[in-house]
């Protein structure tokens, strides 16, 4: 058994959802109202006996992991760490060095906190620290419940002030290097990082300090600084106010990005509490994904310069050297389309009024800054509004260079049906035909391919799987039960991806949907299936992606089970009968629940709401009659 499934054996799903959703009993599940979203009458239902749950009302299902990621907004790993928490499961002994490492962090973050509180003292207390509080009440007009909320600080002009503090409280000078609150040059000198700066704290989604970012208020250089990458402080995977904003994401399915950490404050304050901000530079894949677990719309909410004609050019370039400096965010469309067409996430692009920053505008006129986020515009027509607007379109030389600086946002863009639409504003935008554009685009995508030639990307032969035959789970039919269909059928496909094609054959043929990712209840799983999905389509997995997916790792545990090798009658015959079993298990629980969300409405007199549950009810039936015939066809013909 992997650890994944010793967690979800020693786990109730019942006890960790009614943590968050009253349940009451109803027959053998458990119902209660939506934690997704609003609803007077239950229709959220958690099966026992195969610890899963359904909404359905928002559609959404799954197991207890699904759950958390949905309602925490946390990544597969969290909600992993948190349930092995709850059930007492050790998910990897650690060594004396791991366990050494993960005292060390432990160690880092009571620092960090410890130095948080007396930053925040030092600012409320302190006389040198006037000056500050002026700032931050009078031109930022920040509220003292605001100041405390976010633990807003103070650090004295003084070179070992917080060394003197926090080593009196046991910490070493050492552990203050690591944590990034002391450097220590090249001399062997030691001395406090931050002095006479306005301190601003930043937690991680745990709501823990890993770091600060800060202002000098006297003109002094570098006007702001964050702490330098630490153990427990990585600016790559950060956004500040995250631990504060994710229930307003959440709920409003709108997550805003601004640039500066005060920014987020004020418009906390505003009470539009959706709004994040990076670390100071280019928003990464992480940072974005990090939000499309919470949200369906990012919006970036840029000033006209962030967004204006020289960063979106700088942007469409290829290589940026900017990305590895400390600077102002940066606005890079290409990266934004990527993310975007990867992460299947909406990202659009909210310019403010010339002059303004976020807190100024929310706080002058709420209704602005709501009028803006709403108007926000998809990233391609932005970038191609930018760029067209500083030349003249009558001109054919001006007409052909646009299109080749918006051409690599075109190719940037996966979804065909958008690309295509995009293209034809540009051609009209251009007053052009579209088969033009789509040549300049042609024309750079080749050249870009002569410049990157091969490197980089996995490719997949004609008859041949992903990855090395080292790596690729094999499987042959063991009578998989069924808690383990999800696996079996993922695991399958990934030695041999294009029996998808013929699993979706099969079900087509019995009058059943093809299989889509709502068929899996883990949610790697179903990121899994998304990904194999996209290789059946021609869109390779690159090393990087391969490295990266949890799925994987079930995949390989499931493949150390026993499983052997499998020739590819017998395999695609497997993939085929699990893909029915998967599909004949899933509307059995859709039967379940809808029939007791029947009874319930018959309980509660609503015979208009039964009615429609029944329409759905024989919808279901008559899909679930199909999977166990096309089953039993199967298991009477032998097919191999």
Not at 542 to 556: C, G, Q, R
Request: glycine share 6%; net charge neutral.
């Amino acid at each position: 058994m992997s650890v994944i499934e010793e967690v979800k054996h020693r786990v109730d799903i019942v006890e960790v959802i009614g943590s968050y959703v009253k349940l009451s009993r109803s027959g053998r599940n458990y119902k209660g109202l939506s934690p997704f979203q609003s609803e007077r009458t239950p229709s959220f239902f958690v099966f026992p006996d195969t610890q899963t749950f359904k909404d359905f009302s928002s559609g959404e299902q799954g197991d207890v992991f699904s759950f958390l990621m949905k309602k925490e907004g946390w990544t597969f790993g969290e909600a992993l760490r948190e349930l092995a928490r709850r059930a007492g499961v050790q998910l990897d002994e650690y060594t004396s060095e791991q366990q050494q490492s993960a005292d060390h962090a432990a160690r880092l973050r009571d620092a960090l906190a410890q130095a948080a509180a007396y930053f925040h003292h030092l600012l409320l207390t302190a006389p040198q620290a006037a000056a500050c509080r002026a700032y931050l009440r009078e031109k930022r007009r920040l509220t003292d419940e605001t100041i405390a909320a976010w633990q807003i600080g103070y650090s004295l002009a003084d070179y070992h002030a917080l060394t003197h503090y926090l080593t009196s409280r046991g910490f070493d000078v050492s552990e203050l290097i690591d944590a990034g609150l002391v450097i220590e040059n090249a001399e062997g000198r030691r001395y406090d990082r931050f002095r006479g700066r306005l301190m601003i704290p930043i937690h991680d989604t745990q709501g823990q300090v890993v770091g600060f970012g800060s202002r000098s208020l006297d003109g002094s250089e570098p006007k702001y600084m964050n702490s330098p990458q630490t153990a427990v402080f990585d600016k790559g995977r950060l956004l500040f106010g995250l631990h504060r904003a994710r229930a307003a994401i959440r709920s409003e399915q709108v997550a805003v990005l601004v640039e500066g950490y005060m920014d987020v404050i004020g418009c906390h304050q505003a009470g539009f509490a959706n709004v994040v901000a990076g670390m100071g530079t280019s928003l990464s894949e992480d940072q974005f994904r990090a939000l499309k677990r919470l949200a369906t719309r990012i919006v970036l909410a840029l000033d006209a310069d962030a967004a204006g004609d020289r960063a979106v050019l700088r942007g469409v370039e290829v290589a940026r050297e900017a990305m590895d400096r400390e600077a102002q965010p940066i606005f890079d469309p290409r990266g934004a389309i990527r993310c975007e067409s990867k992460l299947k996430a909406d990202i659009r692009v909210a310019v403010l009024p010339q002059g303004q920053d976020p807190d100024e505008l929310v706080l002058e006129s709420p209704e602005r800054w709501r009028e803006v986020v709403a108007n926000a515009r998809p990233v391609i027509e932005h970038v191609i509004d930018v760029v067209l607007r500083s030349r003249d379109v009558t001109d054919p030389h001006a007409k052909s260079q646009a299109a080749r600086v918006i051409a690599p946002i075109l190719l940037d863009a996966s979804d065909p049906v958008q690309r295509d639409f995009y293209v034809q504003l540009l051609a009209r935008r251009l007053q052009v035909s579209p088969r033009a554009v789509l040549a300049v685009v042609g024309q750079v995508a080749r050249e870009a391919r002569s410049k990157a030639g091969e490197s980089g990307m996995r490719t997949q032969g004609a008859q041949g799987g992903l990855g090395s035959a080292g790596h690729a789970p094999s499987l042959e039919h063991r009578g998989a039960d069924r808690s383990d269909l999800e696996t079996h059928l993922i695991a399958a496909l990934w030695r041999r991806p294009q029996l998808l094609l013929d699993a979706n054959v099969a079900l087509t043929r019995a009058n059943l949907d093809v299989l889509d990712e709502r068929d899996f209840t883990n949610p790697v799983l179903r990121a899994g299936f998304r990904r194999l999905s996209r290789v059946v389509m021609g869109a390779p997995l690159s090393e990087e992606e391969v490295e990266e997916e949890d799925w994987l790792t079930i995949i390989a545990d499931y493949d150390a089970l026993g499983l052997s090798a499998a020739d590819e009658a017998l395999l695609r015959e497997e993939v085929v009968r699990t893909a029915l079993r998967l599909r004949e298990r899933n509307l059995m629980r859709d039967r379940i629940g809808i029939n007791a969300m029947i009874e319930e409405a018959k309980r509660a007199h609503e015979a208009d709401v039964a009615a429609r549950y029944n329409l759905e009810l024989h919808r279901v039936l008559t899909q679930h009659l199909r999977a166990q015939k096309a089953l039993q066809l199967r298991s009477a013909l032998n097919v191999t």
